[in-house]
């Protein structure tokens, strides 16, 4: 399946195509990618239908489960066997190539880390509001993911499993009510300091829109010059 779908795009597309462009703008834009996703989740915390101590409870629910997919995702990639991206593979035959020094070439592609996040955050959304839900879980496969599937960053399979991991993380977080206390801590926070609450929200939600990619790059960091 993988083969197949990857087989039809490139057939179907070529690297100087205006479509090609777009979507090499749309995976280097982060603003385009989870500012929108984010930008629908501060809309239900302030929204009157869904400002609520229970929408609310969702909303810290859903931003703490991101917390959870980042470390899931990362962890699988490294843990799970490696396997090269599609782009890598001469096979393939795609017309564009990335940089002998990107990331792309030492990141295993299984699972994806941007459908993990995404789906997970969308997840949330959904069971807040069925409509901006819908929305979201649209946005994230055509907006998110599709694009990193054109252009060979991901096989399908790698954002299926992803989204498979998010929705269930967050499914899982809100059935079974693992942050129920420190959900309700937070939701005090918010009424008694809401400059520090906010804040806080404000970081989060930046940190989510770039993927926690400054988060990782400082704790790296602060890695190798402490133990190594």
């Known amino acids: 399946m993988d083969d197949f779908i990857i087989n039809i795009l490139n057939n179907l597309d070529h690297s100087e195509s205006l479509f090609t462009k777009i979507m090499f703008l749309i995976v ?3 603003l385009v ?3 929108v996703i984010l930008a629908v989740l501060w809309y239900l915390w302030f929204n009157e239908k869904s400002k609520n101590s229970h929408s609310h409870e969702k909303i ?8 959870i997919a980042v470390i899931v995702g990362r962890s699988l990639a490294n843990l799970l066997p490696y396997r090269a991206r599609p782009i890598l593979n001469p096979e393939f035959n795609f017309t564009h190539q990335i940089d ?3 990331w792309l070439n030492v990141l295993s592609s299984f699972p994806s880390d941007h459908a993990i996040l995404f789906f997970s955050i969308a997840t949330g959304i959904f069971l807040i509001s069925k409509k901006w839900g819908v929305f979201s879980y649209v946005y994230v496969l055509l907006i998110i993911c599709f694009p990193r599937i054109h252009l060979g960053f991901h096989y399908p399979t790698d954002i299926l499993a992803g989204a498979g991991i998010g929705i269930f993380i967050i499914w899982a977080i ?4 693992i942050f129920r206390r420190l959900t309700k801590n937070t939701i005090t926070l ?6 520090i609450f906010y804040t806080c929200f404000f970081l989060l939600s930046y940190q989510i829109t770039t993927l926690f990619n400054e988060s990782r790059a400082l704790v ?5 010059f402490f133990f190594l």
Do not use: C, R, W
């Open 33 to 35: 990618k989870g500012g």
């Open 28 to 30: 280097d834009n982060s």
């Open 100 to 102: 002998e020094f990107s």
């Open 174 to 177: 809100s059935v079974l009510k």
């Open 60 to 67: 810290i629910i859903t931003l703490y489960g991101s917390l």
């Open 190 to 195: 918010s009424i008694k300091y809401p400059g």
């Open 220 to 224: 790296s960091a602060m890695f190798h």
